[in-house]
Each structure stands twice: as C-alpha cells, then as structure tokens.
C-alpha cells in the first residue's frame, strides 16, 4: 500500500521560503514523478511541479521563478521549496505521484495535505 | 489559473444520471488524455478516470470518461449520496508544458 505523507511548518512568514517535504512508503521511488500541488481554502487545484528520479523536471510557469524541487531516492523523499512567500500562496499542499499506464500519465497516489498559512 | 472550463455545480436525485463537461483547446485536451479526481469534503483528491475513459481498480463502473476535440465529458450514473463531491478534469498542456486542472463542479444529491 503507497503512502504519501507531507510535512513543514504551518505557518511561513511573507518574503520568507516555504519548504515541503513529502516521504513515500510502501512502494518504488524510482519509474514515477512526482508532484507538488496546491489548492487554497475553498477553491481549485493548481499543479506547482514535477520532478523525475533521473533529475528531469517540469515547473509551472507561473511560479517556476520561486519553486525548487529535489529527490533524496535513498530515503524516498522528495521536497519542495517556494521562495519569496506571499498571503496568495495560503493553500493546501499536495503530494503527488505519477504513473504511467495506457499510454498516459495520471495522479494515482496523493498525500492527505497540509496547510500552509503565510502570514507574518 | 485554470485553462480547462467546468461548469461550478450539478446536481440529480438519487438514481440519476449526470453529466460535467470539461472544456479546453487543442494544446491540452485536444492533444493529450484527460483525467478525473475525485474530492471527497475535506480529503485529498483520488482518481476517478485517467487516459479519458478508463477506470482504475476499485472504482465503479457508475463513473465513465469520453472525450472529444478538445472536450471532454464524466458521467455519474444511478447517482448516490456518497457521490457528493467536488470533480477537477486534468490534462497536460503542450504550450504551458505543465499540467492543467479544470475549474471544479460541485456535484449535489438532492
């Protein structure tokens, strides 16, 4: 059974970075990317990034300036960093993995989130 | 910043059938497969449909995907109370080179 869980401070002052780190259990680390995902309170998802165990990634555009992600395959985590923090990103974060069947990538496994307040 | 278009909410009687629509253009849905989530209140996001229509293990078959141009469709049906839920459809997109989510529906069991 793969288990996603994040963790970091809740709560992050505005300008400063925010840092994530998601550990995987029960599963491979390698085959697979893995992602970061936000959602604030009450509203949609917005995907951050991706990275795969070979160091391939791919940011978002809109945030790609601030985001840093990394694989520590050893330990089956893998983090992220957003730099320069303001009110608007207040969300639920996510961890993601990504597999790949029939000819296509999906989400298949997700961590129950955490809430990241910026706030000073 | 959504690029794929849901309508906000829907809704059917228990037994119903219903139907979210996701709307999009050729550098995502139009040139990649589509995904469904699931989000029950207050818990992550699980997978409903991936490569536009196939259902993963565990999921019933009352969930079904189609897709179309650059459109694409999840039906719900004999709905259930247990249906409730927000529903994101997902797709790369070639220019933004990332993924995309749609807006959300909220669906209701009335």
């Known amino acids: 059974q793969v288990q996603l869980q994040e963790s970091g401070p809740g709560l992050v002052k505005p300008s400063e970075t925010l840092s994530l780190t998601c550990s995987v259990s029960g599963g491979s680390f390698s085959s697979y990317y893995w992602s970061w995902i936000r959602q604030p309170a009450g509203k949609g998802l917005e995907w951050i990034g991706r990275?795969?165990?070979?160091?391939?990634?791919n940011y978002n555009p809109t945030l790609k300036s601030r985001v840093t992600m990394s694989l520590d395959t050893s330990k089956k985590k893998f983090s992220l960093k957003l730099s320069s923090v303001t009110a608007a990103d207040t969300a639920f974060y996510y961890c993601?993995?990504?597999?790949?069947?029939?000819?296509?990538?999906?989400?298949?496994?997700w961590g129950q989130g955490t809430l990241v307040t910026v706030s000073s | 910043q959504s690029v794929l278009t849901q309508p906000p909410s829907a809704s059917g009687t228990p037994g119903q059938r219903v139907t979210i629509s996701c709307s999009g253009s050729s550098s995502n849905i139009g040139s990649n497969y589509v995904c469904w989530y699931q989000q029950l209140p207050g818990t992550a996001p699980k997978l409903l449909i991936y490569t536009n229509n196939q259902r993963p293990s565990g999921v019933p078959d009352r969930f079904s995907g189609s897709k179309s141009g650059t459109s694409a469709s999840l039906a719900i049906s004999g709905l259930r109370a247990e249906d409730e839920a927000d529903y994101y459809c997902a797709a790369w997109d070639d220019s933004l080179s990332g993924y995309v989510f749609g807006t959300g529906t909220k669906v209701t069991v009335l």
């Open positions: 990275m795969y165990n070979s160091g391939n990634t």
């Open positions: 993601a993995r990504e597999s790949y069947s029939s000819s296509s990538w999906y989400f298949d496994y």
